[in-house]
């Protein structure tokens, strides 16, 4: 007697790649998203084709996402020395003969131009979650040290450029993995307080530091501007500090309810800059005032704590350390462009998270929550 097996249907063969993914995350993530379209809409609707090429990356980040989750955390081990080499050869390369553009060297021609310090974002945590977890259960002040190497070459380079957002970014991946992987609170606290001290006396002296023709060690001309302009925004009011001065008066007029999908004045009359990249937490606030701003930080905290529950239920301690450490960039940020366009936080080119335009950006946030969403996944086949 012959078996007849029925060849199972498309659907019955496209669940195994979906199954494991994690709800909740995938949850936040669209409604993140969807929050990103609205605006994009509103603030770019007469910028050219900006609300369309955002859905257009959206749409990519989100193959990207799918395809790496399909990778096991073991697998992408075997990614992290390979590309952590070759994005500090890449930024070695934009240092030798990069491009410059606006008085930044940050790009590169291999073919194709390239912003190689994007490539850090991911590299950098792949690339000490590889190294703690070789190094498991036989951790030293040595290897912490080594960490600390890793890093300051990639994050030495970018500030090089100079990129300062990026450089923020990098280094906020590579410590937090270095902070998850054991380092001692009595080699966390004091550089924390020498920071708080440091901000102190900055806003102290502010006048005689930001006087005409002062200049500061180590920090370039043009970081120490944003800085002062920060403590003093009326001190160049159309010219370096119309920037903060716009976006707080935009956040301001919103109130608690908003003025309205497209009914942002200062959106539309065009007077916050970069409105759909770097500034577009401004027009959104305007539109859908603290009401609006309470429901969007609510996502983001709701996606940072489910990504750290992924991180704790992890299996291996590389996975752990890889999706705390992406968890944190999310957050990082998040918080950087919320702080400077409230004008708590010095103007720099960072983001927000599937809201701001920008498709390399939209595709480094696809391959963090592909890894997020493998790692969760993962975790669930070792529990079944």
């Known amino acids: 007697m012959a078996v007849v097996f029925e060849r199972p249907s498309l659907p019955q063969r496209m669940m195994p790649l979906f199954r494991g993914f994690d709800g909740p995350l995938a949850f936040a993530v669209f409604l993140l998203a969807?929050?990103?379209?609205?605006t994009m809409f509103s603030s770019g609707y007469d910028h050219g084709t900006r609300f369309l090429d955002h859905s257009r990356n959206m749409l990519i980040a989100g193959f990207i996402m799918f395809v790496v989750a399909q990778i096991p955390p073991q697998r992408l081990m075997a990614f992290a020395v390979?590309?952590?080499?070759?994005?500090?050869?890449?930024?070695?390369?934009?240092?030798?003969?990069?491009?410059?553009k606006k008085g930044a060297k940050r790009w590169v021609n291999v073919g194709v131009i390239i912003q190689p310090s994007e490539i850090l974002k991911i590299a950098m945590p792949l690339m000490l979650a590889w190294w703690f977890q070789k190094r498991e259960g036989q951790l030293r002040p040595l290897?912490?040290?080594?960490?600390?190497a890793l890093l300051a070459v990639p994050?030495?380079?970018?500030?090089?450029?100079?990129?300062?957002?990026?450089?923020?970014?990098?280094?906020?991946?590579?410590?937090?993995?270095?902070?998850?992987?054991g380092l001692s609170w009595k080699l966390i606290i004091p550089p924390v307080l020498l920071g708080v001290v440091g901000i102190?006396?900055?806003?102290?002296?502010?006048?005689?530091?930001?006087?005409?023709?002062?200049?500061?060690?180590?920090?370039?001309?043009?970081?120490?501007?944003?800085?002062?302009?920060?403590?003093?925004?009326?001190?160049?009011p159309l010219g370096k500090g119309f920037h903060i001065i716009q976006g707080m008066i935009a956040i301001g007029s919103g109130g608690v309810l908003g003025k309205g999908f497209m009914q942002g004045t200062q959106t539309h009359l065009e007077f916050i800059p970069e409105r759909t990249t770097d500034f577009i937490f401004a027009a959104f606030s305007e539109e859908f005032g603290l009401l609006g701003n309470l429901l969007l930080i609510g996502g983001f905290i709701f996606l940072v704590l489910r990504g750290l529950a992924i991180a704790l239920e992890a299996p291996t301690l590389f996975a752990r350390l890889l999706a705390g450490s992406i968890t944190l960039i999310f957050f990082t940020y998040a918080f950087v462009n919320m702080g400077m366009v409230s004008g708590i936080l010095p103007v720099v080119g960072v983001p927000?998270?599937?809201?701001?335009?920008?498709?390399?950006?939209?595709?480094?946030?696809?391959l963090g929550l592909g890894i997020l969403m493998s790692i969760a996944k993962s975790k669930r086949l070792v529990q079944s």
């Not at 900055?202 to 944003?226: K, N, S, T």
């Not at 927000?352 to 696809?366: D, E, Q, R």
């Open 34 to 38: 969807c929050a990103g379209l609205l």
């Open 82 to 100: 390979p590309l952590y080499v070759l994005g500090v050869t890449l930024l070695i390369a934009v240092a030798v003969f990069g491009i410059t």
């Open 143 to 148: 290897d912490f040290l080594v960490a600390g």
């Open 155 to 181: 994050v030495g380079l970018i500030v090089k450029q100079p990129d300062l957002g990026t450089a923020i970014l990098v280094l906020a991946a590579g410590l937090s993995v270095i902070f998850f992987a």
């Open 200 to 236: 102190v006396l900055v806003i102290f002296f502010e006048p005689r530091l930001c006087a005409d023709g002062v200049r500061w060690p180590v920090l370039h001309d043009y970081q120490q501007q944003r800085i002062c302009t920060l403590l003093d925004p009326s001190r160049d």
């Open 352 to 366: 927000l998270p599937f809201i701001s335009y920008g498709g390399t950006a939209m595709v480094t946030l696809g």
